[in-house]
């Protein structure tokens, strides 16, 4: 199969460099073309751009011109990871010009007619593209993936609202370092601190995760109707958010019936061997202190949500610990899974 030429707008952040990385080598898609802000335009990529991650630059991106992020000479298929003040306008000047916009930005998360994908949990939230084209008459499209601390959480979720129906949902959340960018938190701010506040992700958790699990009819989706309260918190880890759920279900469900539903959970990107597809989504550790971030961030090469200490819960009915990869699972690989089930479903043709 002939390789589709990708791009990235944001290349030089800390999500575009993960991109950068997971595009390395990648069997359907070959990364030609880079964006960034003016600063970084006019660069090679290994000048441009600080290189944050443990793996060396691929040698592939080294040499690649940055360019400004205008519509005009970029590939089709766009990956973008742009920082959420200028994602809303560039997003959306990119699809009207015919591109497929792969977005890891808020911007347009919660527009009626975008979809807001994990690929496990609603592949068939896709066919919103159709009316999103029709009402906007663009000729490219916008598709993006969940905040990094909403896809854990509803990874874990999904499998069980499927099962047994979900009411109520709490969630508190130990945030990476990583999840605000490149340089992020100031260290005078979060050494040996931890930081009670992220702006807007609480109300971004609770809506993205209604629209996730919502339902597709009619060219909309219609929310699930389970209510959800997130506590957002950033403490001092590199990568890897960590949440502690506790949840109460439609009908009844023994703690064996849960690990169960985990253990067997399995979706379209399994079944279709998407190449970022995690072989488990949903791991389960029996240990009675993980995961932990140091530990099992990197499971199923950061794609899997790890999950454990499920236990009863007094206030709701049960609780559990749940974690994933802020950066891949939660962005870079995110994205990436999004376009090949995309490309898989022919959405790319
Ligand atoms: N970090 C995470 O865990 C995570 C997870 C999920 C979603 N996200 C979302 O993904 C996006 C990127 O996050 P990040 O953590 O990678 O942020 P970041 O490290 O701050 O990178 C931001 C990127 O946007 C570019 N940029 C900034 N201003 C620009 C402008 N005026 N015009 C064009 N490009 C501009 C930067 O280019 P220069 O280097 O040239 O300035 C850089 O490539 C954000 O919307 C964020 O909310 C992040």
Not at 126 to 142: C, E
């Amino acid at each position: 199969m002939k390789k589709l030429e990708v791009g990235i707008l944001g290349a030089t952040g800390m999500v575009g460099q993960r991109l950068v990385s997971l595009l390395e080598n990648h069997p359907w898609f070959e990364l030609k073309w880079l964006a960034a802000s003016d600063k970084s335009a006019g660069k090679p990529y290994a000048e441009a751009c600080h290189w944050r991650l443990r793996v060396p630059m691929p040698k592939a991106a080294r040499d690649l011109m940055v360019h400004e992020c205008q519509p005009g000479h970029a590939p089709q298929l766009l990956f973008a990871s742009l920082d959420a003040k200028v994602a809303g306008t560039v997003e959306r000047d990119f699809a009207r010009s015919g591109h497929v916009v792969v977005s890891n930005s808020s911007s347009h998360r919660m527009d009626a007619d975008v979809p807001l994908l994990i690929p496990e949990v609603n592949p068939d939230h896709l066919a919103l593209v159709r009316t999103q084209r029709q009402q906007r008459n663009w000729k490219g499209m916008i598709v993006t993936n969940p905040n990094c601390t909403t896809v854990g959480l509803v990874m874990s979720l999904a499998p069980l609202d499927r099962a047994f129906g979900l009411e109520k949902v709490l969630m508190t959340s130990l945030q990476a370092v990583s999840g605000a960018g490149y340089p992020g938190v100031p260290a005078l701010d979060i050494l040996g601190n931890v930081i009670p506040y992220i702006h807007n992700e609480e109300e971004k958790v609770e809506s993205e995760a209604q629209k996730l699990l919502g339902k597709l009819a009619d060219g909309r989706i219609k929310a699930g109707t389970f209510v959800v309260s997130a506590h957002c918190n950033r403490v001092l880890v590199e990568d890897g958010h960590t949440e502690s759920v506790s949840v109460a279900l439609k009908s009844k469900a023994s703690l064996e019936d849960i690990t169960e539903t985990w253990r067997k959970f399995r979706s379209v990107p399994q079944e279709l061997g998407l190449p970022s597809a995690p072989q488990h989504p949903i791991v389960v550790r029996d240990e009675n202190d993980r995961p932990q971030p140091k530990f099992d961030v990197e499971t199923e090469r950061g794609m899997a949500t790890v999950v454990g200490r499920l236990r009863p819960c007094s206030v709701l009915q049960f609780k559990y610990t749940a974690l994933s990869h802020n950066t891949i699972r939660g962005a870079a690989g995110a994205a990436l899974l999004n376009a090949e089930l995309m490309k898989a479903e022919g959405y790319l043709d």
